[in-house]
T-cell receptor
Framework: EAGVTQFPSHSVIEKGQTVTLRCDPI?????LYWYRRVMGKEIKFLLHFVKESKQDESGMPNNRFLAERTGGTYSTLKVQPAELEDSGVYFC???????????FGSGTRLTVV | GDSVTQMEGPVTLSEEAFLTINCTYTATGYPSLFWYVQYPGEGLQLLLKATKADDKGSNKGFEATYRKETTSFHLEKGSVQVSDSAVYFCALSRNTGNQFYFGTGTSLTVIP
């Protein structure tokens, strides 16, 4: 079974540019989550999809972040315009049954310069 | 609100040394507790978990016991190996919730 796939694995962009991160969950997993780890700090929840619907987006830092999940399959997280403080590692996870069956991807390391 | 505090790193140990990484939590009710590990270049992997007080989670020689009285879930291993070098994250989730609350992570390097 393929795992959770994220790409790109690394992205370096200039402040003010736009970046789109992609996550492909495990096939059949209705739940998809985004998390972020800013350097040296804790991994923080961003949002949760159930199929194509946003179940909880309480962790989204501001309106420069837009997450979508097309047809309940893959998800994208767009940052526009990017700021220096957006640098960090963005993790995606999917599960069939809430937290008990989480599988994380390897993350996208975003560097804004 | 819910939160996890874990031991600051980085930690460097010699092979076969004893490992303890401290983790304490703040939560209402009775959360489940987890340790996740991230090996270089890989995603977060579940290492072990405990879902109620006094439960002991164990895997790959690592152990952690859910201590409600001290709100702790310290990770231990009796004899570390070079292959244990990774970043370790303590986390909690509410049993009715859908998200994890993670600690800041502790980087472990084991030298031969």
């Amino acid at each position: 079974e393929a795992g959770v796939t994220q790409f790109p694995s690394h992205s370096v962009i200039e402040k003010g540019q736009t970046v789109t991160l992609r996550c492909d969950p495990i096939s059949g997993h209705d739940n998809l989550y985004w998390y972020r780890r800013v350097m040296g700090k804790e991994i923080k929840f961003l949002l949760h999809f159930v199929k194509e619907s946003k179940q909880d987006e309480s962790g989204m830092p501001n309106n420069r972040f837009l997450a979508e999940r097309t047809g309940g399959t893959y998800s994208t997280l767009k940052v526009q315009p990017a700021e220096l403080e957006d640098s960090g590692v963005y993790f995606c996870a999917s599960s069939q049954v809430r937290v008990t069956g989480y599988t994380f991807g390897s993350g996208t390391r975003l560097t804004v310069v | 609100g819910d939160s996890v505090t874990q031991m600051e790193g980085p930690v460097t140990l010699s092979e076969e040394a004893f490992l303890t990484i401290n983790c304490t939590y703040t939560a209402t009710g009775y959360p489940s507790l987890f340790w996740y590990v991230q090996y270089p270049g890989e995603g977060l992997q579940l290492l072990l978990k405990a879902t109620k007080a006094d439960d002991k989670g164990s895997n790959k020689g690592f152990e952690a016991t859910y201590r409600k009285e001290t709100t702790s879930f310290h990770l231990e291993k009796g004899s570390v190996q070079v292959s244990d070098s990774a970043v370790y994250f303590c986390a909690l989730s509410r049993n009715t919730g859908n998200q994890f609350y993670f600690g800041t992570g502790t980087s472990l390097t084991v030298i031969p």
